[in-house]
């Protein structure tokens, strides 16, 4: 999915949770095929520096959106995903042959189809990363030697029709089949028939190898091999599942469990086709032996019952490959003590409790599919790792991300790493690029909230804005774009001294970061035509404060700032740094000693302080440049934890409904399973409404316990003042809550903003929701039948309820569950007496019979769980 840009409380919360992990596929198209899930992600990608990216669009059968990123230099084009609704994208399947990109929704209702779309020629391939500047492209694949068209054979030899199917499959899905010459490794499409494990081509005759991939999620899933010869007739082929085994990696931790898994077959030409994702699916592959293939496992496992709510505090990150032999039992084993051991630091600015962690080995045989799984916010991580093995990694949290350096650990025990320290600021130096080709000046530094410890950043909710000045008065400005966009702008020709001012704004009122709302750099250079691209070098400010807290907050201690001049292929050196308790009304001064680029001291933080910002000047002494940059809040001071409501002009939010308000009950569903319902309200100011958001969560809205949904609202005009506001929610209960704690009210907090720019009305507390478990009561039992009047009858039950931890129900434990009659000839029932359930859900209770008629027993309506009754039993007494 990916996330639009949105008033208040906006960001990536379970409605943009998965999005996080499923979103876009970049650098990593060598693989043919596999399975893209809520748990699967790839590399980031970002444009050339010299001109903006062209976005091909293909709507996809089920309405969702196929985005083709192409790449620039020796970039490898890439893909995403879009949803209609701003939530998770769906489940696909994806092949990639030549210049062609196919993908096919899987696991859905009705009727999909396959979309086809070309990527455009392909520059070589070197591996590693590059781009506009080494760490910027992202993951590469190897080489490939498949012709770029990829999927015919030689039009002048004959073909005969091959039929493909799979034997012993009691699955009714749809599949990804290929097919390569086993001598020329020459790739050929297979035709797959819709909801069937069936497909057919045309091949000249030799001797061929072919892969198919099918399964679902949280379900069993196959990749099956097989190989064959074509001779002078049409030929049959099927793959044979009885005869697949399961694959995976094994750890001596019996805490832990498989959280998401990639699994995949590479070929002599750099193509491959696999699975990735899944939660607790298992992976059935076929043993075989091909030369020069490889059978390649990465598996993400965190501690039992871990949800995104309750993130795993461990997490194995555990890579293995089967060269040339898939064996008969393709299962690593490792152990706990053999592996490297580190631990991970996420800190956080706002009010998330997880945030996400996504890795992918790196590896000469292409690929690069990221597995994600949620990690703990402003909280700790234990990592362990297969010793040996590069990881390209990616951690944040909401819309933020961070790219952190790859890592190659030995076995034993390393020191750890923190990401997402405060202040969060363009830095780096040569990340930021301000080129000019003759009267085109180019500007890109999509890294703009990058970490205080040089993990590069993005946020990609935020914009950028740019005013280009010359002698006091406006050349041209850039308003409103992406910040991770590049920005051209037009120059005078000629000599001249110019002042360019670039704006980063973020929502600093969403719950996952409250901080670097806004970064303004301001730099005043000279620049003239040129006829070759010309670096500017425009330096920048870095700044680190240390004393503060996993939330980024001022502690007991007191915090010191350092500020670092980047100046790139210069002499930096550092002017001045003030700092604002008030929103940059007012500006201190702090004394700073160091050395000419770098200085640092103490900063005096009231107790009522919200926010620290921080500001300071530099220049480049060689090149005569300099540069003002601002933080606007970059670290948060004792009063920062809190976050008042908003209200600016007249704007004003009602009507506030969730799953039209109803009750959401949550069955025992099976995992993957999801509820999807609405989240609706009404917004109205005089120059009408722009947009709004929504966040559910449960308990204090600065502390929350729980955030299931944060997400944009599409804001609909009903008249000229008044728009309704809506939003889909999907929930998985047991991968998003596993705790059936979670069960209760819930609040509903809303917010808008209106045309005028002007207008804001936050509400942290609009309504409130019941999210309930489905509670079920087994028929009531008397005994014995039929009783002496006067004699004890005993009457029992069990309650359970709808079980978010597991599938099915589970016990619901002391609960009052009260006994009722009705007599014979009578339709009323009376209540009796009221029990409590106990341990295991039971109910019972012994008394004097009397009448004949039936008993139940009945449960009533709590916020948490939904009101049940037994059948009743009829009792004779004689």
Request: proline share 7%.
């Amino acid at each position: 999915m990916t996330y639009t840009r949105g008033a208040g409380h906006t960001g990536r919360g379970r409605q943009m949770a998965r999005g996080a992990a499923a979103g876009t596929l970049t650098g990593a198209l060598v693989v043919a095929a596999g399975w893209l899930c809520p748990e699967a992600s790839a590399a980031p990608a970002a444009p050339a520096p010299g001109a903006p990216p062209a976005v091909t669009a293909t709507t996809l059968a089920d309405g969702e959106r196929l985005e083709v990123l192409p790449g620039e230099g020796a970039t490898q084009p890439g893909f995403r995903i879009v949803s209609q609704d701003g939530g998770p994208a769906g489940r696909y399947a994806y092949a990639l042959s030549g210049d062609e990109l196919t993908v096919l929704p899987t696991g859905r209702t009705g009727r999909t189809t396959p979309t086809r779309t070309g990527l455009g020629p392909r520059s070589e391939q070197t591996g590693g990363r590059s781009g506009p500047s080494a760490e910027e492209s992202g993951r590469l694949a190897g080489p490939s030697s498949a012709p770029r068209s990829g999927m015919a054979g030689s039009a002048a030899a004959a073909t005969y029709p091959v039929t493909f199917s799979v034997a012993n499959s009691v699955q009714e899905t749809g599949s990804l089949m290929r097919v390569w010459d086993s001598t020329t490794w020459q790739p050929y499409d297979v035709e797959t028939e819709q909801f069937a494990l069936r497909g057919t081509a045309s091949l000249p005759p030799g001797n061929y190898f072919a892969l198919t991939v099918y399964g679902g999620y949280d379900r069993p899933n196959y990749l099956l091999a097989k190989s064959f010869k074509v001779t002078s007739a049409a030929v049959k082929v099927t793959f044979d599942q009885s005869g697949a085994k399961e694959t995976g990696i094994r750890t001596d931790d019996a805490s832990v469990t498989r959280t998401t898994a990639a699994v995949s077959a590479s070929l002599p030409n750099g193509q491959s086709i696999g699975y990735a994702g899944g939660g607790r699916s298992q992976v059935f592959v076929t043993p075989f032996i091909a030369s020069g293939s490889a059978l390649h496992i990465h598996e993400v496992q965190g501690r039992k019952g871990a949800t995104r709510q309750r993130p795993s505090p461990v997490r194995y990150d555990l890579s293995h490959t089967f060269e040339r032999t898939v064996p008969a039992d393709p299962v690593a084993e490792v152990r706990q003590a053999d592996l490297a051991e580190t631990e991970l630091t996420v800190r956080g600015g706002g009010q998330y409790r997880s945030g996400f962690l996504q890795t992918v080995p790196n590896t000469p045989y292409g690929g690069g599919v990221y597995l994600s799984a949620p990690v703990p916010a402003a909280g700790f991580l234990t990592e362990y790792v297969t010793p040996g093995q590069a990881f390209s990694r990616i951690a944040g949290y909401g819309t933020h991300t961070f790219e952190l350096p790859d890592r190659t650990l030995q076995k034993g025990v390393h020191r750890g790493e923190t990401v997402g320290r405060a202040p969060y600021a363009p830095t780096g130096g040569k990340k930021y690029v301000a080129s000019r080709l003759r009267d085109d000046l180019v500007l890109y530094g999509p890294f703009s909230v990058s970490d205080s410890d040089g993990a590069f950043g993005r946020d990609a909710g935020a914009t950028q804005s740019y005013r280009l000045s010359a002698d006091g008065e406006t050349v041209t400005e850039v308003t409103g774009k992406p910040a991770q966009s590049p920005v051209s702008l037009k120059l005078p020709p000629g000599q001249g001294a110019y002042e360019l001012v670039r704006t980063v704004t973020r929502d600093g009122e969403t719950p996952f970061s409250r901080l670097s709302d806004k970064l303004i750099s301001e730099w005043s250079f000279t620049s003239g035509t040129t006829t070759t691209r010309t670096d500017l070098g425009l330096p920048d400010i870095g700044f680190r404060v240390s004393g503060l807290g996993l939330r980024n907050e001022t502690g007991p201690t007191p915090s010191r700032v350092v500020a670092t001049v980047n100046a790139p292929d210069g002499t930096p050196r550092l002017r001045g740094l003030e700092f604002s308790v008030d929103g940059g009304t007012t500006w201190t001064p702090i004394p700073v000693v160091g050395s000419s680029a770098t200085a640092e001291n103490e900063v005096p933080v009231p107790q009522n302080t919200r926010y620290v910002s921080l500001r300071a000047t530099g220049s480049d002494e060689r090149t005569g440049t300099t540069v003002r940059q601002t933080v606007s809040r970059a670290f948060a001071g004792p009063a920062g934890v809190t976050l008042p409501p908003r209200a600016s002009g007249t704007t004003a939010v009602s009507g506030v409904s969730v799953n039209e308000s109803k009750p959401l009950v949550l069955d025992g569903l099976a995992h993957g399973s999801s509820a999807v319902f609405p989240v609706q309200f009404t917004a109205t100011d005089p120059s009408g409404i722009a947009g709004g958001s929504f966040l559910l969560y449960q308990g204090a809205y600065n502390k929350p316990d729980a955030v299931l949904a944060d997400g944009t609202a599409h804001c609909r005009p009903v008249d000229a003042t008044t728009s309704t506001c809506s939003g889909l929610v999907s929930l998985a209960p047991h991968t998003e809550l596993g705790d059936n704690a979670l069960a209760g009210v819930w609040k509903v907090a809303v917010a808008a903003h209106a045309n005028d720019g002007q207008g804001v009305a936050d509400q942290q507390e609009a309504g409130a929701f019941r999210m309930m478990r489905k509670a079920v009561l087994a028929a009531a039992d008397a005994t014995p039948e039929p009783v002496t009047a006067g004699g004890d009858l005993t009457i029992t039950s069990r309650l359970t309820a709808s079980d978010w931890t597991d599938d099915g129900y589970a016990a619901y434990a002391g609960q009052p569950v009260t006994l009722q009659f009705r007599q014979t000839g009578t339709t009323a029932w009376s209540d009796v007496r009221t029990v409590t359930s106990g341990a295991d859900g039971s109910v019972t209770t012994t008394l004097r019979a009397w009448k004949n008629g039936d008993w139940r027993w009945a449960f009533a309506a709590n916020p948490a769980a939904t009101a049940a009754s037994s059948a009743a039993d009829y009792v004779e007494v004689k």
